[in-house]
């Protein structure tokens, strides 16, 4: 089987939008990313704006 390794390059779907809070504590306006890695995941990633810059984190993999 595939076995899945380090992060090299990301294929993305953009999940629901809304408001969400940011490691940082404070409310933004973000969404919710589904990526796929070298086939394997999805993995969820916290997608949101601090200032003029779009910020990442990463949540988890996504449960079945």
């Not at 796929?36 to 990633?45: A, E, H, S």
Request: proline share 3%; glycine share 16%; net charge positive.
């Amino acid at each position: 089987g595939r076995r899945c390794g380090r992060v090299t390059r990301t294929e993305e779907d953009q999940g629901e939008t809304g408001e969400v809070v940011a490691p940082n504590g404070r409310a933004a306006r973000g969404h919710v990313e589904e990526k796929t890695i070298n086939g394997c995941g999805p993995y969820l990633y916290l997608r949101y704006w601090q200032g003029k810059t779009l910020k990442s984190k990463y949540i988890g993999k996504k449960k079945a």
